[in-house]
């Protein structure tokens, strides 16, 4: 095992163009304080962690299921965030000391330094805390190398923020040679960082039309760029540039994508997503088939839970008529398909805008959702706006026949089996039978044919967009 946490540590070394300096300055505070120390964002996410040589860190104990976890995954799940932030580390600005708690995997106590960059909280560095412990000039010389790290997590997050007029230039570019042009001034602007593998989020609607308005604009690692574009008749998105580490692996652009919805959607407290100082998780992002692999939060322990760091706010599920307000909250997220380079952005911030969409038209799929993960909506979201309104649906949407539209299209996602829509509505078969009969009279259409069915289908979901 101990071989392992040693290669675990040449990979935190080597990996990215900061990491060697993060390990260093890890290493600097547990050689300071002579206790290991871990260095994560503030997402919860393992950036380094300095291995202190001594018999003491040797004990098994100092392994608990909570750092072991942590180390070995590079993360901490979502309930673990919201354990440890349900002590205050968000808005503290000194050591904070942390109890034992073995009934959530913490079996040795915790010193928490937050790692803070002009106000804002970028990361956290932990310590295990041994009796006595490291003493109060300790702890300030310690602080003070968290103040140096703070800003290099600052500094590496503010490395491709600026590119702002570069992405959108992309991102609304026509197809040709303004295009390429505009991916050329992005890729020499980038250097070396535009050859890796990347993926584009949209938040929508976004509340300002200055990216710089957002107190994450500056510090979301993975970010390699950021702008707004304009959303509809008068709002605002925000695109985010992500980098990746492989194709099957969002993170950083579920972390990103989580962080700016709740901040769009007003969300902006410092405690976990589920509001709660004990552990358990949210709902996480919509994995409808999509080819990407993340994590989804679940369990009940904050050891044993787990999921993408970061969580979700949790959108309500719902099955209300097409065209009625999304139940989710104000704001959603949409993750494109991973790309290799910067030659196909401007087909990824599609990708992105329409899982957007769709998870704005249908909350059950967000608040974050991925664009292999929308189903049908990857086809409706790419018709015209005026084409997705059906004339075969108009008197059906009238606000009197809402029941009537909610009817018609929770029968055909059930594939037109009447027991489990009576079932899911709550009816019984005989008002299902006739209500499926009146909207045949409304709509024109005959639902035993095929075509019509998967007309109205397709009809009925245009309308929510």
């Known amino acids: 095992m101990y071989e392992g946490l040693a290669e675990m540590r040449e990979n935190a070394r080597v990996s990215g163009e900061y990491r060697g300096d993060y390990q260093e300055l890890v290493d600097e505070i547990s050689a300071l304080l002579g206790v290991p120390a871990t260095l994560e964002n503030r997402d919860f996410e393992l950036i380094a962690f300095g291995a202190y ?7 098994p104990s100092a392994l608990d299921p909570v750092r072991t976890r942590s180390i070995l995954t590079r993360r901490s799940t979502t309930a673990v965030r919201t354990w440890f932030e349900g002590f205050g580390i968000t808005r503290a600005t000194g050591p904070v000391r942390i109890p034992p708690t073995p009934e959530a995997g913490v ?9 803070r960059h002009r106000g804002i909280v970028l990361g956290y560095v932990w310590l295990l805390d041994d009796d006595p412990g490291p003493t109060d000039a300790q702890l300030t010389a310690a ?10 997590l600052a500094d590496e997050a ?11 230039a992309v991102l609304t570019a026509e197809r040709g040679w303004q295009r390429d042009m505009a991916v050329a001034e992005l890729r020499t602007a980038l250097g070396p960082r535009g050859d890796g593998l990347h993926t584009v989020v949209c938040v929508a609607p976004w509340p300002s039309a200055d990216p710089d308005d957002s107190p994450s604009a500056r510090t979301v690692p993975g970010a390699t760029a950021l702008c707004t574009i304009p959303w509809g008749a008068t709002g605002q998105s925000l695109a985010l540039l992500v980098r990746l580490r492989s194709p099957d692996v969002l993170t950083p652009a579920l972390t990103a994508a989580t962080r700016f919805v709740r901040e769009a959607a007003g969300v902006r407290g410092e405690a976990g997503a589920t509001g709660s100082g004990r552990p358990g998780g949210p709902a996480g992002p919509a994995r409808r088939g999509g080819a990407s692999a993340s994590a989804s939060p679940g369990g009940a322990g904050a050891s044993g839970i787990s999921g993408a760091s970061g969580g979700t706010v949790a959108a309500a599920s ?3 008529a097409p065209g009625a307000a999304s139940p989710g909250g104000t704001a959603a997220a949409g993750i494109a398909g991973a790309r290799v380079g910067l030659g196909e952005l401007g087909a990824a911030w599609h990708e992105a805008a329409a899982a957007a969409r769709a998870v704005l038209a249908e909350p059950r799929l967000g608040p974050v959702a991925e664009w292999g993960a929308i189903g049908p909506f990857r086809l409706l979201t790419a018709l015209p706006r ?8 108009r008197d059906l949407l009238a606000p009197a026949h809402r029941e009537l539209a909610r009817t018609a299209e929770v029968f055909l996602d059930r594939a037109g089996q009447a027991g489990r829509t009576a079932a899911e509505l709550g009816i019984h078969r005989q008002t ?11 709509t024109g259409l005959d639902l035993d044919d095929g075509e019509d069915r998967l007309l109205l ?3 009925l979901k245009g309308a929510r967009l």
């Open 53 to 59: 040589d001594s018999e003491g860190d040797l004990d």
């Open 107 to 115: 079996y040795r106590g915790r010193i928490c330094l937050p790692v």
């Open 143 to 152: 602080m003070q190398v968290a103040s140096r790290i703070g800003a290099l």
């Open 158 to 168: 503010q490395a491709g923020a600026d590119l702002t007029r570069e992405l959108r």
């Open 318 to 320: 719902s099955h209300g």
């Open 386 to 393: 005026e084409v997705a309104h059906d004339p075969v649906v």
């Open 432 to 442: 299902l039978y006739y209500r499926l009969s009146r909207v045949e009279q409304l």
């Open 457 to 459: 289908h397709m009809a």
